[in-house]
Nanobody, 115 residues
Framework: QVRLVESGGGLVQAGGSLRLSCAASGTLWPIGQMGWYRQAPGKQRELVATITRGGSTNYADSVKGRFTISRDNAKNTVYLQMISLEPEDTAVYYC?????????WGQGTQVTVSS
């Protein structure tokens, strides 16, 4: 059984910073891509950033230059450093991992940016 535990969300003022973490545990096979997605009220879930096992990254245009994704393969953990946060970044943030046995999602962590 695979479990993903996210942490680091919260309430921050516009211009502030937050760092999200997502730790995977359980019966894990080598984890391939890891990523962060978000879903704002009334909107579809969207990709924020992904990172391959080798460290190649991909970002949504809306977060480029402000968010940085990283991972620690030894700890099966993915991070999302967010700076210069904007009210439009308010959403529930989900982590996702891809393994040979399937895709797994975290439970989500709320990020709220006040103006």
């Amino acid at each position: 059984q695979v479990r993903l535990v996210e942490s680091g969300g919260g309430l921050v003022q516009a211009g502030g910073s937050l760092r999200l973490s997502c730790a995977a545990s359980g019966t894990l096979w080598p984890i391939g891509q890891m990523g962060w997605y978000r879903q704002a009220p009334g909107k579809q879930r969207e990709l924020v950033a992904t990172i391959t096992r080798g460290g190649s990254t991909n970002y949504a245009d809306s977060v480029k230059g402000r968010f940085t994704i990283s991972r620690d393969n030894a700890k099966n953990t993915v991070y999302l450093q967010m700076i210069s946060l904007e009210p439009e970044d308010t959403a529930v943030y989900y982590c996702k991992i891809i393994t040979v046995r399937g895709d797994y999602w975290g439970q989500g962590t709320q990020v709220t940016v006040s103006s």
